[in-house]
């Protein structure tokens, strides 16, 4: 297994360019089985989901031309020919899930094992499920418990859905399942995600017809047919709000390309109570936690626009060894508290109380072998990496590759040291 040696680094000094974000270009490849022109998606980032959703989008009959290198994806789907998505590739990612809208409304039928991903907790659909009800779907009794989830449609219809928590994953299948359905759909207590707007923005020049994408209510009219795009897709702004933490955790002073400020104002008002230093240029974004002493703040995760479940471990790395105590509580997953461990093997003294983790602050972390439990907790064990005494040996980082482009090449563009190394 591929392992990062990550050493203690000084001050991280330079700049750093967010890539195309993961979690808004996966829904955006899905949404192109919507029609039978060509797709083109631009700032696709290199990441082992857009591999896999590439694989998977091509298992049911698209044309898919990708040059990750270049951060192009082309989809073209002009018949679906398979209705099944396959197991090997739903396992390896939740995301998988997001196809299901597309193949009801092109096909009638839609056949999904249940999806895989990080282990943060259950993570049930039972909300895409309800909306996809609500526009006539049938899924089959019991279906997805224990084989795939069976469903067919006849006619979609659009209908008002009120979904009791504002889920991203069923909010997205909705949108793209009611672009296509007759009438009017109305998803109330929807996400509000900037990759929701996203997605939106993709169908709207697809010629959908979708108002309210980034509020709590999300009305899409039905059209007959939708038709080919280029699109390009807005910054990470998980990637983005990790190299932000990085930089103070460092006590560096670096230039963040290719960020939307609102897009990370928690993130940025967070590390600012902390004590760092953030203001715009034309360039960029300059974070600098060189300035004045970082000190500990609490953070309570919450959907869009509260702050990030997804930063919640990279920004908890920040608290370990910033001045005084703190107040973790997440509210987004139930179990999201994985990488504690991790970082208590390099003496972080952390402790958990159901959602609610309370951190010392102010250790001298020592480096130590440590195991990237989830996506974001692996970036959190690298950013322990850069302030930890010695080196921190970071096993499992297929995890980090599902969903940060180039990781270490940034990284060592702003002077760390982190080495990748092979079976
Ligand atoms: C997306 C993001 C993920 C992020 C998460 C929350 C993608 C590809 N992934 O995941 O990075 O951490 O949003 O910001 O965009 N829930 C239910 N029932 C449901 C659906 C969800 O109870 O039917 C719960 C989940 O268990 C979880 C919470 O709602 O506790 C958030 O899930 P959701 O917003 O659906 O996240 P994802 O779309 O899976």
Redesign the pocket.
Known sequence: MAKFLVQKSAPLKGEVEISGA??AV??IMAAALLTDDLCTIMEAPALR?VDVMCELLESLGAEVNARLDENIVEIQTREITEYEAPFELTKKM??SI?VMGPLLARTGKAIIPLPG??A???????????GLRALGVTIEEDSGNQGPLVATVERLVGNDIYL?????????VIIMTAALAEGITVIENA?Q?P?IVDLANFLNKMGARIKGAGTDTVKIEGVERLHGVSHHVIPDR?EAGTFMVASVITKGNILIRNILPDHVKPVTAKLRECGAEIYMTDDGMVVRGDVNPIISTDIKTL??PGF???MQSPFMALLAVSKGPSVVIET???NRFMHVAEFNRMGANIKTDGNCAIIPGGKQLQGAQVVATD??AGAAVILTGLVAEGTTEVSEIYHIDRGYEKFVDKFRGLGATIIRIED
């Not at 889920?167 to 997205?172: I, Q, R």
């Open positions: 993961k979690n996966l829904p989901d939740r995301a997001l991903g990080c943060i907790g259950k993570r049930p659909i039972e909300l895409h499920l309800k009791d928590f504002p889920s991203v994953g069923a909010t997205e996400a995600e990759e998980i959907p869009y990030p479940t997804d987004v997953f139930e996506l974001r």
